[in-house]
T-cell receptor
Framework: DTGVSQNPRHKITKRGQNVTFRCDPI?????LYWYRQTLGQGPEFLTY????????KSRLLSDRFSAERPKGSFSTLEIQRTEQGDSAMYLC???????????????FGSGTQLSVL | RKEVEQDPGPFNVPEGATVAFNCTYS??????FFWYRQDCRKEPKLLMS???SGNEDGRFTAQLNRASQYISLLIRDSKLSDSATYLC?????????????FGSGTRLSIRP
């Protein structure tokens, strides 16, 4: 399977714990995006990488959230001191974009469903 | 004001009907526009890009009005399989970065 892969599929944690999610993009894709989605809402932009550089981070993202893409391949999203409001589906997407092109097609993974108790 | 706004629906129409969705965006520097489809409990998938001159893909027609900052999607001869949430997506670039923003989605339900 050469699509976007996310692990784990589900994560249940207690409030205050740290969690980390992993995303493996399509291998030749240079851009990687993280989104959060709650029921009845569209995906909310969190952050994105072009290769290993994190180029944009949502102002809505608290400092408890951090993302890395150390070698420009897979990425991790960590949430520290989780809160109940962090419960959501966390989606990763990748794309192949040339230069500063905005005409890019996103391929999404199946997401990680986080439940904070 | 949200960066991308859509009527949440739901739209409940009979099979064979024509249905249209609109979407407005706030950033006039937006450069690329798309419609994605999301089935229940699945990830979003690209339906079609939206070009300035308007474009068609089978039963689907997308239009862009840059002056009024809105995008539309028309579905003709709707099928049961068209039931899904349709997400309006806008991409704008600034400096060396870009940002892809999704609307909250419009739910469509096709009844037999």
């Amino acid at each position: 399977d050469t699509g976007v892969s996310q692990n784990p599929r589900h994560k249940i944690t207690k409030r205050g714990q740290n969690v980390t999610f992993r995303c493996d993009p399509i291998s030749e894709h240079n851009r990687l995006y993280w989104y959060r989605q709650t029921l009845g809402q569209g995906p909310e932009f969190l952050t994105y990488f072009q290769n290993e550089a994190q180029l944009e981070k949502s102002r809505l993202l608290s400092d408890r959230f951090s993302a890395e893409r150390p070698k420009g391949s897979f990425s991790t999203l960590e949430i520290q001191r989780t809160e109940q409001g962090d419960s959501a589906m966390y989606l990763c997407a990748s794309s192949l974009a040339l230069g500063y092109s905005t005409n890019e097609k996103l391929f999404f993974g199946s997401g990680t469903q986080l439940s904070v108790l | 004001r949200k960066e991308v706004e859509q009527d949440p629906g739901p739209f409940n129409v009979p099979e064979g009907a024509t249905v249209a969705f609109n979407c407005t965006y706030s950033n006039s520097a937006s450069q690329s526009f798309f419609w994605y489809r999301q089935d229940c409990r699945k990830e979003p998938k690209l339906l079609m890009s939206v070009y300035s001159s308007g474009n068609e893909d089978g039963r689907f027609t997308a239009q862009l009005n840059r002056a009024s900052q809105y995008i539309s999607l028309l579905i003709r001869d709707s099928k049961l399989s068209d039931s899904a949430t349709y997400l309006c997506v806008v991409n704008w670039a600034y400096s060396s970065a870009s940002k892809i923003i999704f609307g909250s989605g419009t739910r469509l339900s096709i009844r037999p």
